[in-house]
C-alpha cells in the first residue's frame, strides 16, 4: 500500500537523516537481470552528502545505441571504469545503512542493483514517482489508478529545476521532491493525502468502481447491440467478409472486373472465355467441347445477367467463385 493511502509514515519521518539513502541509476536499456547493465549510479543520503557517484563499466554489454541517445553515455565515458562487481564491497557498505530507500520508479533502480549483486536492506521504502502521483491528481482510466508523471515536471512543482538523466542530478532532485513532500501540508499537498488516508482510499475505490461500471456498461451495450437486427446483420456481414477472405487465401475465390466478365460470358460464353477469366478451367474445358450444343452459351448468358445485377466495389470488381455453390 502507498504510504499515502496508509496514513502513517512515522516510520519515513522518524528516520535519521544519515539512514535516509536516495539514489538513481542510469543503464543500457530495461532489461535489469537480462542483457542490460548499469551505467551509472549515484546514491545521496539524507543530508545531503553524496555517498557514490561515478560511471560503471558494464561487464557484458559494448555498445546500447538506444540508451545513450536519452542518458548521452558513450561506451568511451566508462571504458576506464570500474564494474559492478569491482564496487559491490563499497556499496553493499552504503546501503547497509539505510533506515529509508528513496528513489524515482524505486522499483527499476532496485531490480538493476539486486541483479548487479548489491544487497538491499529490508526496510521502508518511499517511492517519489508513486506517492507523488495523487498530487498531480491525474487519473489513468485505464489502468485504473494515478497516472505517474516525470521527475522533471514533480521537480518543477516544488521549484527545483535540474538536467535530467543524470543519475546525480535526478537523485538531487529526487531528494529535494521527498523533502518537499513530507513538509508539504498545503491542501491538496502530500501531507494533507497522508492525513486523509482512508478518504483517499475511498476515492481511489470510488474511481476504480466508476471505471469497473462503465466498462460493464459498454460491454452489455455491445451485448445488446450484437443481438439486435443491426447488430445481428452487421455480425453476419463480418462473418461473409471473413468467409471470403479465406476464401482468397485458399484459391476458392477470385476477383475480377465485372465490365469484362460480363462481356466476356454475352459475346465469348459459349466457348467459356468468362470460365477461364474467373479462373475456372475445368468449366472452361467443358464449355469448349459442348459448345456445338448451346447450352454453354444460355449457361453463360444466365451468369452475365446474374453478375450486371451483382454489386461491384468501387473499383468495379466482383468476386467469382471457383466453384458456384460454393456459397
Known sequence: MPWYDNADISRITDAPREGVICFDTETTGLDAGGRDEILQLSVVDGTGAVLFSDYVRPEHR??????????????????????????????????????????????????????AGVRVPTCPHFDVMKEFAPVAGKWDERHGDWRWVKLGQRARH??????????????????????????????????????GGRRRQEESARRREEYE??????????????????????????????R???????????????????????????????????????????????????????????????????????DGSIVVWKKPNHR
Open 62 to 115: 559494448q555498445r546500447w545505441p538506444k540508451a545513450q541517445e536519452v542518458n548521452g553515455i558513450t561506451p568511451a565515458m566508462v571504458r576506464d571504469k570500474r564494474t559492478m562487481s569491482e564496487l559491490l564491497p563499497e556499496l553493499n557498505e552504503i546501503f547497509s545503512r539505510a533506515r529509508v530507500l528513496v528513489a524515482y520508479n524505486l522499483e527499476f533502480d532496485l531490480r538493476f542493483l539486486e541483479a
Open 158 to 195: 516544488y521549484g527545483y529545476r535540474f538536467d535530467a538523466h543524470d543519475a546525480l542530478e535526478d537523485t538531487k532532485a529526487t531528494l529535494r521532491c521527498f523533502d518537499a513532500m513530507l513538509s508539504d501540508d498545503a491542501p491538496g499537498g502530500y501531507l494533507s493525502l497522508v492525513e
Open 213 to 242: 461500471a462503465k466498462r460493464r456498461g459498454e460491454e452489455e451495450r455491445r451485448e445488446r447491440y450484437e443481438s439486435s437486427a443491426e447488430g445481428t446483420l452487421e455480425r453476419l456481414q463480418r462473418e461473409e467478409n471473413a
Open 244 to 314: 471470403t477472405e479465406r476464401a482468397f487465401a485458399s484459391g476458392d475465390a477470385k476477383r475480377v472486373s465485372k465490365t469484362t466478365y460480363v462481356a466476356l460470358a454475352t459475346l465469348l460464353g459459349w466457348i467459356g472465355a468468362h470460365e477461364f477469366y474467373a479462373g475456372r478451367t475445368a468449366r472452361g474445358v467443358l464449355s469448349v467441347v459442348f459448345c456445338w450444343t448451346l447450352v454453354p452459351w444460355v449457361v453463360a448468358i444466365i451468369q452475365a445477367v446474374k453478375m450486371a445485377r451483382a454489386e461491384a466495389e468501387p
